[in-house]
Nanobody, 121 residues
Framework: QVQLVESGGGLVQAGGSLRLSCAAS????????MGWYRQAPDKQRELVAA???????NYADSVKGRFTISRDNAKNTVYLQMNSLKPEDTAVYYC???????????????WGQGTQVTVSS
Protein backbone atom coordinates (compact mmCIF):
# COMPACT_ATOMS: atom_id res chain seq x y z
CA GLN A 1 0.00 0.00 0.00
CA VAL A 2 1.46 3.33 -1.08
CA GLN A 3 0.83 6.41 1.00
CA LEU A 4 1.72 10.08 0.69
CA VAL A 5 1.88 11.91 3.99
CA GLU A 6 2.03 15.70 4.01
CA SER A 7 3.07 18.13 6.70
CA GLY A 8 3.92 21.77 7.15
CA GLY A 9 0.71 23.67 6.53
CA GLY A 10 -0.60 26.34 8.84
CA LEU A 11 -1.54 29.96 9.34
CA VAL A 12 0.87 32.70 8.32
CA GLN A 13 0.69 36.42 7.72
CA ALA A 14 1.03 37.86 4.24
CA GLY A 15 4.68 38.09 3.28
CA GLY A 16 5.60 35.12 5.43
CA SER A 17 6.93 31.70 4.53
CA LEU A 18 5.97 28.08 4.94
CA ARG A 19 7.57 24.81 3.90
CA LEU A 20 5.47 21.82 2.96
CA SER A 21 6.79 18.26 2.96
CA CYS A 22 5.36 15.10 1.45
CA ALA A 23 6.86 11.66 2.02
CA ALA A 24 5.95 8.55 0.08
CA SER A 25 5.90 5.27 1.95
CA UNK A 26 4.94 1.66 1.26
CA UNK A 27 5.98 -0.85 -1.34
CA UNK A 28 6.93 0.51 -4.76
CA UNK A 29 9.71 0.41 -7.31
CA UNK A 30 10.20 4.02 -8.23
CA UNK A 31 8.68 7.48 -8.25
CA UNK A 32 8.42 9.48 -11.43
CA UNK A 33 7.06 13.02 -11.16
CA MET A 34 6.12 14.56 -7.83
CA GLY A 35 4.22 17.75 -7.39
CA TRP A 36 1.93 20.02 -5.46
CA TYR A 37 -1.60 21.08 -6.28
CA ARG A 38 -3.97 23.35 -4.42
CA GLN A 39 -7.67 23.88 -4.16
CA ALA A 40 -9.28 26.99 -2.80
CA PRO A 41 -12.96 27.11 -1.77
CA ASP A 42 -15.26 27.04 -4.78
CA LYS A 43 -12.33 26.66 -7.17
CA GLN A 44 -10.90 23.79 -9.15
CA ARG A 45 -7.75 22.03 -8.07
CA GLU A 46 -4.77 23.54 -9.85
CA LEU A 47 -1.13 22.64 -10.35
CA VAL A 48 1.25 24.69 -8.22
CA ALA A 49 4.59 23.06 -8.99
CA ALA A 50 5.95 19.75 -10.22
CA UNK A 51 9.33 18.11 -10.56
CA UNK A 52 10.31 15.15 -12.70
CA UNK A 53 12.59 12.39 -11.47
CA UNK A 54 15.34 14.04 -13.49
CA UNK A 55 14.89 17.39 -11.82
CA UNK A 56 12.93 19.35 -14.41
CA UNK A 57 10.46 21.74 -12.83
CA ASN A 58 7.18 23.36 -13.79
CA TYR A 59 5.46 26.18 -11.91
CA ALA A 60 2.15 27.95 -12.10
CA ASP A 61 2.65 31.53 -13.26
CA SER A 62 1.09 32.81 -10.04
CA VAL A 63 3.86 31.31 -7.88
CA LYS A 64 6.94 31.74 -10.07
CA GLY A 65 9.70 33.50 -8.18
CA ARG A 66 8.03 32.88 -4.81
CA PHE A 67 7.71 29.09 -4.50
CA THR A 68 10.42 26.49 -4.95
CA ILE A 69 9.88 22.77 -5.35
CA SER A 70 12.61 20.30 -4.46
CA ARG A 71 12.86 16.61 -3.75
CA ASP A 72 15.08 14.18 -1.89
CA ASN A 73 14.93 10.97 -3.88
CA ALA A 74 16.73 9.02 -1.16
CA LYS A 75 13.92 9.91 1.25
CA ASN A 76 11.12 9.71 -1.34
CA THR A 77 10.14 13.19 -0.25
CA VAL A 78 9.10 16.34 -2.08
CA TYR A 79 9.14 19.81 -0.59
CA LEU A 80 7.51 23.11 -1.41
CA GLN A 81 9.16 26.22 -0.04
CA MET A 82 6.66 29.05 -0.15
CA ASN A 83 7.93 32.59 0.33
CA SER A 84 6.24 35.99 0.06
CA LEU A 85 2.88 34.37 0.69
CA LYS A 86 -0.26 36.21 -0.33
CA PRO A 87 -3.86 35.83 0.87
CA GLU A 88 -4.72 34.38 -2.54
CA ASP A 89 -2.38 31.47 -1.81
CA THR A 90 -4.86 30.29 0.82
CA ALA A 91 -5.98 26.78 -0.11
CA VAL A 92 -5.70 23.12 0.72
CA TYR A 93 -2.42 21.90 -0.73
CA TYR A 94 -2.20 18.35 -2.04
CA CYS A 95 0.86 16.31 -2.83
CA UNK A 96 0.78 14.13 -5.94
CA UNK A 97 3.21 11.45 -7.06
CA UNK A 98 3.37 9.15 -10.07
CA UNK A 99 4.55 5.82 -8.69
CA UNK A 100 5.56 2.53 -10.28
CA UNK A 101 4.42 -0.38 -8.15
CA UNK A 102 2.89 -3.84 -8.14
CA UNK A 103 3.40 -6.96 -10.22
CA UNK A 104 2.87 -6.54 -13.08
CA UNK A 105 4.28 -3.07 -12.62
CA UNK A 106 1.82 -0.29 -13.22
CA UNK A 107 2.14 3.47 -13.13
CA UNK A 108 -0.41 5.20 -10.96
CA UNK A 109 -0.96 8.62 -9.49
CA UNK A 110 -1.36 8.97 -5.74
CA TRP A 111 -2.63 11.89 -3.66
CA GLY A 112 -1.86 13.00 -0.15
CA GLN A 113 -4.58 13.86 2.32
CA GLY A 114 -4.10 17.60 1.91
CA THR A 115 -2.78 20.27 4.24
CA GLN A 116 -4.39 23.64 4.86
CA VAL A 117 -2.43 26.80 4.15
CA THR A 118 -4.05 30.03 5.31
CA VAL A 119 -2.49 33.42 4.62
CA SER A 120 -3.94 36.34 6.53
CA SER A 121 -3.80 39.90 5.22
Amino acid sequence: QVQLVESGGGLVQAGGSLRLSCAASGSFFSINAMGWYRQAPDKQRELVAAMSSGGSTNYADSVKGRFTISRDNAKNTVYLQMNSLKPEDTAVYYCNAEIMSGLPVVRRGYWGQGTQVTVSS
